[in-house]
């Protein structure tokens, strides 16, 4: 990140298809999150709403069912802790709490949505957390209750498993469940096809899954809805996780060069199973993420709190170790981003049109060096009483910004650059009213430090008055001051 600017870290990511997504960011310096949205594969970002984690010790999550519907988690912790599930209906435009103290629901689970009101909790096999049961709820996360699926007919009646995360492709879903049984432990797997109201166990030749090592539940701890004290679960656990629902990578740990993974398909129907002599000694403590058959991280706890990482693109064959790219300082680059710190963003020009308002803002660099920008900067409105105003953002032509392709500019010291913004006024919409904002923050590319400016804007969108679409507006990439003042 360019010198001078926030510390932030990203620690969350959900992306419903290729294109669409949301980045999570934690400021270092306080509680609170930072948001970003892409609709183009990550090219740019828009800035929207972010949450709080709660207390300084603790985390938020999200995680988006489709292109509108998302949910968010905070997750305080210490005396001074607060919790809240938070839903967004519109894309992360706006978001509402659904609960700061659900009904029947177990502390730091891992919570999955298959729509706006259907959700699931788990809590990981090897967690402190009584992972023999999901939580499931059906009002969006105010009232949960346990539930425990029908077990195997070859298994005891009262034998109990280790219920993993659901991973749901629209209302089609799939749920692993570890059993143990003698020596191994069988994994079977659950499926849905309307959202996890209901599940049936899956059959098929290859099923279930034996993976080797003793498997052990604790029968007192796994009476109780909500531990947080004993595992439940004891001995070499399994390490399962979901590329889709269906595909599945199971580890088997175990000491250095003797970690066996296996990845299934198309609900068991093809298994491969390989022995992997690239990683140390594995734990059930493990953290495995898979992004299909052949692409998977792995991350490794060592001692005194820290973790590495290995990254596969070979399905395994072949783990390297993640390491981190040296730290340059922002002077030993020849050509180094522009930090929002180190530029002055001013109003050029504005101008009514046919119902539009067109305009353009300078950038200049105030800074010592050279410096690049490329790409889209993004802009959130802000009301008199400094709440976010609902602001959808649009990378592309309006009537008074030009459709431009995004390329990098560099900007001498003392030099300037410039993008452009355009958006309707009320213009034939009637007696409809949207929100006035009287502050418009902008954040340029490649950075997450805002420049607060004060401007009076009330956008319209939309075709006519029965699609109306408060807060539209569209930006330009970063062009040269002699485009902006060309085009406006």
Not at 240 to 254: D, E, K, M, N, R
Not at 334 to 360: D, E, F, K, S, W
Request: charge should be neutral; aromatic fraction near 8%; charged fraction near 15%.
């Amino acid at each position: 990140m360019p010198k001078g600017t926030c510390l932030c870290v990203w620690t969350g990511a959900s992306f419903t298809s290729p294109a669409v997504g949301w980045l999570l960011a934690r400021n270092g310096g306080s509680t609170q999150t930072i948001l970003r949205h892409t609709l183009d594969g990550g090219r740019t970002w828009i800035t929207q709403p972010g949450g709080d984690t709660g207390s300084n010790a603790g985390e938020e999550t999200i995680s988006f069912v489709n292109s509108q519907v998302g949910w968010r988690q905070q997750l305080g912790t210490g005396s001074n802790g607060n919790y809240a599930l938070q839903r967004t209906l519109d894309g992360g435009m706006t978001w509402s709490t659904r609960s700061s103290s659900p009904r029947n629901w177990c502390p730091f689970t891992n919570e999955v949505f298959s729509s706006a009101s259907v959700g699931f909790a788990s809590a990981p096999w090897a967690s402190a957390i009584n992972s023999t049961h999901l939580w499931w709820t059906q009002d969006g996360g105010v009232d949960w209750s346990t539930l425990t699926l029908p077990r195997p007919s070859p298994l005891a009646r009262n034998a109990r498993g280790l219920y993993g995360e659901p991973e749901f492709s629209g209302l089609n879903g799939v749920v692993p469940v570890a059993y143990p049984v003698g020596r191994h432990q069988a994994i079977y797997f659950y499926a849905t096809h309307d959202g996890g109201v209901t599940w049936k166990l899956e059959v098929g030749s290859h099923l279930p899954i034996d993976v080797s090592g003793a498997l052990t539940i604790d029968p007192q701890t796994a009476t109780q809805v909500c531990s947080l004290d004993v595992r439940a679960a004891s001995g070499r656990v399994a390490i399962v996780t979901a590329a889709s629902p269906a595909t599945w990578w199971i580890l088997q740990s175990g000491p250095k060069g003797a970690t066996t993974r296996l990845v299934v398909v198309a609900d068991g129907a093809g298994i491969t199973t390989y022995g992997m002599k690239d990683l140390p000694a594995t734990t059930d403590q493990s953290d495995l993420a898979a992004l299909n058959t052949n692409d998977a991280l792995l991350t490794l706890p060592i001692p005194y709190g820290y973790e590495t990482t290995y990254e596969t693109s070979d399905g395994g064959v072949k783990w390297e170790k993640v390491t981190l790219p040296a730290k340059h300082s922002v002077e030993s680059l020849v050509t180094p981003v522009c930090a929002t710190l180190q530029l002055r963003i001013t109003l050029g020009h504005i101008g009514v049109a046919l119902g539009h308002v067109g305009m353009y803002f300078v950038v200049k660099n105030t800074g010592a060096k050279t410096c690049e920008l490329d790409g889209f900067p993004t802009v959130q409105m802000i009301g008199g009483t400094k709440h976010l105003v609902p602001t959808m953002v649009t990378f592309g032509s309006d009537y008074t910004v030009p459709l431009i392709s995004a390329r990098l500019t560099l900007i001498k010291s003392g030099a300037t650059a410039a993008f452009m913004l355009g958006y309707a006024d009320s213009t034939g919409y009637g007696l409809s009213k949207c929100p006035t904002a009287h502050t418009l923050r902008i954040t340029p590319p490649g950075d997450l430090a805002t420049q607060d400016l004060h401007l009076e804007m009330e956008p319209y969108g939309g075709a006519a008055i029965q699609s109306l679409v408060c807060g539209e507006i569209a930006v330009s990439p970063i062009v040269t001051l002699a485009t902006a003042r060309r085009f406006m």
